[in-house]
C-alpha cells in the first residue's frame, strides 16, 4: 500500500515542520518506509491520520486553528504538533510519535544530515570479505524433505542446526532476513536498519509506546546486538527451577550447556576497554562508592578501538562471536541447508504432530516436510506462528517480558563521542535487586543518530536541531529494567503479531527510582545539563557542590510532564518468555523437554520459553537453553 495522494500531501507538511530545512524528498523518503510496515493495519492507519490532520473542523477542536494543516503557516503547524505530542489523550500521543519517529530518523540516518550534527558516519568501505555459506536457492515452488526443520537463525536456532546436524540428523534452517556478513556491513546507518532488523527498526508495540529493536538477518540478534554475555543469574535459575517447576535449570546439565556454548563463543572479560560512556559510567559509580563491574563479551580479536561503536550495524572485524561465524558456520559445514528471505506462514499439523511447515521464499511456496519442527524465531514471531498454526494454549503469547530499558542523558563538557568505542564494557547491579530480585541494571549503549532522533523531545524545529547537534557531547546511563508483570502477542486478520504491553505499576515504581539514581550518577561524573527522553524538554543543571534539591524538583516536574504510553522513551533490546516454559499447563505452552504441548514433534528453543524476564542480557542464556534442547530432540527423534 502506498500513501494517497490527500495523505502525501500533508505528510510533506509535516516533514518541513519537523526538521529545518527539511529536503526536497524526505516526504518521499519517509512514505517509501510506510510501505514497508508488515501490518496493511498500521499503513492504513497512517493514512488516515494524515488525512484527518487536514480537517479544519478537527483542528479547531484540538488545537483550536481552524485550517487543514497543510495551509498553516509554520508557527501554527509547530503549535499544531506540539498539543499532539505532548496531549492528555493517549490516542494523539501515539500519533505524533509515529510522524516523529518516521521523519526524524529517516533524516537524520541520512549520512548528509547527520554529519551536520558532528557525526562521521561510516568508517570506510566495508572489507572484501567472501561468504562462507551458501544459502539454498529457491527458484521455483519447492518441497524439502529432513529430519528437524528449525524456524529461526539466531542465539536459538544456530545453536540447534549446529548440534542437531553434528548429531547426523538433516537439518534445515529458515530464516525471515537476508545474508549478509563483512562485505555487507557498510555502517551506514540507515542502511543496516533497513536490512537487519525487524520492520527496518520501526517494530514498536500497538499503542507505539515501547520501541521494539530486534535482528532480522541471517544469525538473527547475536549479529547485530552489543556482545553482552551474561550468564542466567544463579538467582534466577533457582526462581525458574522451583517457582515453575522446572529442576533442570539448576542441575549440572544445564550448568554444562551454558559452560559448552560460552566456550564456542569466545565468552571472557578480556577485551572490554572503556569507551567515552563508559568513562562517564565508570567516574560517577566511583565517586558514589556504587558497584561497576567488567561486562563478559563474545569477541575474539576486538579491536575495541572507534570503529567498535557501529558493530550494532554488524562486526566487520568478524571479532563478535555471532551464529553467523560461529554454530550456522559449523551447521553448514556438517550438511544443513540454510534457507534466507523465508517468511515462515505455518506449521503444518496431522494427527497430533507436526510433520513440517509451510513458507514464502519471494513469490515461491515452499514446503519443508520434517519428522520435528523446532521454532525459535523470538519472543514475537514464535507465537504468532504458532497462533497461525492452529495452536491454543491458555499461556500462548502472554506473560510477555520486554526488559522495558530508558536511559538519563547528559551533556558533558568534554566530547564523548557516544556512538564510539567498545559497544559495552562496564555495568553496575547497585539496584539490581531491589524486591526478590527485581530491579535494574546500569549499562551503556552506542548512541547513534536514529537513538538521539527518538530520544530527543521536539518542541520546534530550531529546538530539535539544536538539541540533536549536542550528540558528539552527549552521555547517557542507561537503564534495563527486569520487569515482573508482562505483555501479549496476538495475531491480526493477516496473521502479523501485534504486540500490547503497558508497564506495570511495579515496575514504574522501580523505573522512577532508576532515573532518580541515573541523574544522580551523571550529576557525580559531572554533566552539566540532565535530561531524559520525555515528549516535552525537561532538564535540569546541577548546582556548584552538588546537592540533591535540584534533582528532586526535576524529578517531580517529570512525574508531571507523566508516565503513559508515549510521553516517556521506552525501547525494549529483549523479548522473552511469551511461550514459557514450566510444569503447569495452564500457565506454561511448553514442557521442560520444550515440547509443545497437545502436538508431538513441536518444540520451542529461544528467549520466548524464559519463565520470566532473566533480568540480563538474554543472549546467553538462549544459547544454554537451545544446547540442551537439541540433546532432548535428539533423543526423542
Request: with cysteine; aromatic share 6%.
Amino acid at each position: 500500500m502506498t500513501l494517497s495522494p490527500g495523505a502525501f500531501a500533508v505528510l510533506r507538511a509535516v516533514a518541513a515542520t519537523l526538521i529545518d530545512q527539511a529536503p526536497a524528498d524526505l516526504a518521499a523518503r519517509v512514505a517509501a518506509k510506510i510501505a514497508t510496515l508488515p501490518r496493511s493495519a498500521d499503513r492504513a492507519e497512517l493514512d488516515l491520520l494524515l488525512r484527518l490532520l487536514d480537517q479544519p473542523l478537527l483542528n479547531l477542536l484540538l488545537c483550536g486553528i481552524a485550517r487543514p494543516f497543510s495551509r498553516m503557516p509554520p508557527a501554527q503547524r509547530e503549535r499544531c504538533l506540539r498539543d499532539w505530542a505532548t496531549s492528555r489523550l493517549a490516542g494523539r500521543r501515539k500519533a505524533f510519535q509515529a510522524l516523529k519517529r518516521l521523519v526524524t530518523v529517516t533524516h537524520y540516518t541520512d549520512p548528509a544530515a547527520s554529519r551536520t550534527i558532528g557525526y562521521p558516519g561510516p568508517l570506510g568501505p566495508p572489507p572484501d570479505t567472501a561468504k562462507p555459506i551458501r544459502p539454498l536457492t529457491i527458484a521455483g515452488d519447492t518441497t524439502l524433505t529432513c529430519d528437524v526443520v528449525i524456524v529461526g537463525s539466531g542465539a536459538g536456532g544456530g545453536v540447534l542446526a549446529a548440534e542437531l546436524a553434528g548429531a547426523g540428523y538433516e537439518v534445515v534452517v529458515l530464516e525471515k532476513g537476508g545474508y549478509r556478513n563483512e562485505a555487507d556491513f557498510t555502517h551506514d546507518e540507515g542502511d543496516a536498519l533497513a536490512t537487519m532488523y525487524d520492520a527496518g527498526g520501526l517494530l514498536a508495540t500497538r499503542d507505539l509506546g515501547l520501541v521494539i529493536l530486534q535482528g532480522a538477518t541471517l544469525g538473527g540478534g547475536t549479529v547485530i546486538n552489543y556482545t553482552t554475555s551474561f550468564g542466567t543469574p544463579p538467582a534466577v535459575r533457582d526462581e525458574w527451577a522451583t517457582a515453575h517447576g522446572l529442576p533442570h535449570f539448576i542441575g549440572q546439565e544445564f550448568s554444562h550447556s551454558l559452560e559448552a556454548v560460552a566456550r564456542r563463543i569466545g565468552v571472557s572479560t578480556d577485551q572490554a576497554a572503556p569507551s567515552g560512556r563508559d568513562r562517564v559510567l565508570i567516574r560517577g559509580l566511583e565517586r558514589l562508592g556504587w558497584h561497576h563491574g567488567v561486562l563478559p563479551r563474545n569477541v575474539r580479536g576486538c579491536a575495541q578501538d572507534d570503529g567498535c561503536g557501529y558493530c550494532g550495524f554488524g562486526c566487520r572485524h568478524g571479532a563478535k562471536q555471532s551464529t553467523l561465524i560461529t554454530t550456522l558456520q559449523d551447521a553448514y559445514e556438517r550438511g544443513a541447508q540454510i534457507v534466507v528471505d523465508c517468511a515462515v506462514q505455518r506449521v503444518t499439523l496431522a494427527a497430533g504432530a507436526a510433520t513440517g511447515v509451510e513458507a514464502r521464499v519471494g513469490p515461491h511456496a515452499l514446503q519443508v516436510r520434517a519428522r520435528a519442527v523446532v521454532v525459535a524465531a523470538g519472543a514475537i514471531h514464535s507465537p504468532a506462528l504458532l497462533l497461525r498454526s492452529g495452536i491454543r494454549a491458555p499461556a500462548l503469547g502472554r506473560h510477555l517480558a520486554l526488559h522495558p530499558a530508558t536511559a538519563v542523558l547528559g551533556e558533558m563538557d568534554e566530547d564523548v563521542r557516544p556512538w564510539s568505542g567498545t559497544v559495552q564494557a562496564h555495568y553496575s547491579d547497585q539496584f539490581a535487586d531491589l524486591d526478590r530480585g527485581y530491579g535494574f541494571k546500569f549499562e551503556t549503549a552506542p548512541m547513534h543518530p536514529a537513538l538521539q532522533a527518538l530520544a530527543a523531545p521536539w518542541e520546534s524545529a530550531a529546538q530539535y536541531r539544536d538539541r540533536m547537534s549536542r550528540l558528539p557531547r552527549t552521555a547517557l546511563c542507561g537503564i534495563l529494567l527486569r520487569d515482573r508483570v508482562g505483555g501479549r502477542v496476538t495475531v491480526d486478520r493477516d496473521g502479523a503479531p501485534v504486540v500490547q504491553y503497558r508497564l506495570s505499576r511495579y515496575d514504574g515504581g522501580h523505573l522512577r527510582q532508576a532515573l532518580a539514581a541515573a541523574a544522580e550518577l551523571l550529576e557525580a561524573a559531572g554533566a552539566r545539563e540532565i535530561w531524559v527522553p520525555l515528549a516535552r524538554w525537561i532538564s535540569y543543571r546541577p548546582a556548584a557542590g552538588g546537592g540533591d534539591r535540584g534533582r528532586r524538583a526535576w524529578l517531580d516536574r517529570v512525574d508531571a510532564a507523566g508516565w503513559g504510553p508515549n510521553e516517556l522513551l521506552l525501547v525494549t533490546f529483549h523479548q522473552m518468555a511469551s511461550c514459557r516454559m514450566g510444569g503447569d499447563a495452564r500457565t506454561s505452552v511448553v514442557d521442560a523437554g520444550h515440547r509443545v504441548r497437545g502436538v508431538r514433534g513441536l518444540y520451542v528453543a529461544d528467549a520466548s520459553v524464559f519463565p520470566s524476564a532473566s533480568g540480563v542480557n538474554p543472549m546467553l542464556t538462549v544459547m544454554g537453553i537451545a544446547h540442551r534442547a537439541a540433546g532432548v530432540i535428539g533423543a526423542d527423534l
